[in-house]
């Protein structure tokens, strides 16, 4: 490991410049400027003598695949140029400090990582703790350590932040005591068990792995204990499209059940028909079946059901076009399943809400702009849209956008190559 004024002369002079052109593009010096701010930040707080190694991990954009993943379906997701980057350092009392830029200190003590706690399902600090009660159930070694890190991943945003904090965890425990030697599927499936089990939230496993794997995946969670990913060589900027992401503003609070209820109402469906998840029966059992069902799960978990039949089928003719480079073909799979999302998922906006759909709105203006397909994106209910513009119009597009949600609420991201990385020395 390297100190902080080791790393700080290693950035600057520009010894680094090679990995760091593969996580951001060519515009380094804000890069540089922002891993030597948080360098000193961690000085400020831990000492500046301390040997350090440095982390980051990408946020990720969900490409196909909505509300699909926790009933063993397929997706396809994106990493993109939007991290959390950290700073961390080992210490000897087995004590974890992590300080986010924004937030305070937050410390877990090793007997917080021995169970569960319902008093703090919710909190980082159940992510935290989550992480090193995996690692220790999985046999892998955990110590205590110090990290400093910032994220310019959007909280709330779809794009995965608390997934990326859980992964994040996980690389610097597997560094720092494992000596990298964990695969990042590990570590995804470890984040996701923080999350389910210390954060009390019941994703599925399609954020962690994006953010863990990087560049575009295609992803098959059939057997979700050995989830099959595949790369997808396809260059969206090539194609001579961006990928934009408009923040809505949404307020996500108590939206927990919101969420919960996807997969819940899902399942219910797959145990009415005797099986466990969504992706062991079909459309055609639950149209044989559907009076039946509606009396039993209620019309919109039959809708939820009948639309990750739909959706599932849809990634395969989507990842299909992007291997064939078929780009209308993939936008047409982008339309559909927003559409769908919209209309039977029902994940556009919250019922205990319905004054507030910033979504709807950001999706109904797409309808006069210059766009190739546009989505609901993510988990849904509030936050962020999809959208695919041409080069030549994402100006356009973010003018528009920003005019309605606020300067900066349209952002125009890059799909990045790598997933969860410690920089090389």
């Not at 169970?115 to 009660?133: Q, Y």
């Not at 995996?134 to 794009?159: K, P």
Request: hydrophobic content about 45%; some cysteine; overall charge negative.
């Amino acid at each position: 490991m390297k100190t902080i004024l080791n790393w700080k002369e290693y950035i600057m002079g520009g010894a680094a410049d090679k990995q760091l052109i593969v996580l951001y593009g060519d515009a380094l010096a804000q890069k540089k400027a922002r891993l030597i701010a948080l360098l000193d930040d961690f000085a400020k707080a831990y000492g500046e003598d301390r040997e350090v190694m440095i982390f980051s991990v990408p946020g990720r954009s969900e490409l196909a695949g909505n509300h699909t993943d926790h009933n063993h379906g397929c997706v396809i997701a994106g990493s993109i140029d939007l991290d959390i980057i950290a700073v961390a350092s080992p210490r000897k009392d087995g004590v974890m400090h992590v300080q986010s830029e924004g937030f305070d200190e937050l410390i877990v003590t090793p007997d917080m990582t021995y169970a569960d706690d319902p008093a703090r399902f919710g909190t980082s600090h159940a992510l935290v703790a989550g992480m090193a009660n995996g690692f220790v159930e999985s046999g892998y070694a955990v110590g205590g350590f110090d990290a400093m890190a910032t994220s310019d991943v959007l909280r709330g945003s779809g794009l995965s932040s608390s997934a990326a904090y859980e992964v994040m965890i996980g690389t610097i425990l597997n560094h720092l005591y494992n000596n990298g030697g964990i695969d990042a599927i590990t570590i995804a499936k470890l984040s996701q068990r923080a999350e389910n089990v210390f954060f009390g939230k019941p994703c599925g496993l399609m954020d962690q792995c994006a953010c863990a794997v990087g560049g575009i995946i295609a992803i098959d969670f059939a057997d979700p204990t050995a989830p099959v990913v595949e790369a997808v060589p396809f260059d969206l900027t090539a194609a001579g499209y961006a990928l934009c992401i408009v923040d809505t503003g949404g307020n996500h609070a108590d939206l927990t059940p919101d969420y919960a209820a996807v997969p819940a109402e899902m399942k219910s469906v797959a145990a009415a028909l005797g099986k466990t998840v969504l992706r062991e029966t079909d459309k055609a059992a639950v149209l044989a079946n559907i009076a039946q069902l509606r009396e039993s799960c209620g019309d919109r978990a039959v809708l939820r059901a009948l639309h990750f039949l739909a959706e599932n089928e849809r990634v395969a003719e989507m990842l299909a076009a992007l291997k064939d480079n078929r780009t209308d073909d993939y936008f047409a799979g982008v339309l559909a399943s927003g559409r769908s999302s919209f209309c039977y998922l029902q994940n556009v906006y919250t019922t205990v809400n319905v004054k507030e759909q910033g979504l709807s709105l950001a999706l109904c203006l797409c309808e006069s702009l210059p766009v190739a397909a546009f989505r609901v994106h993510g988990g849904g209910f509030a936050g962020t849209i999809q959208a695919y513009v041409a080069s030549d119009y994402v100006e356009q597009f973010r003018q528009a956008q920003d005019a309605v949600f606020g300067e900066g609420a349209c952002r125009v991201l890059h799909i990045r190559t790598v997933g969860a990385v410690r920089l090389e020395e």
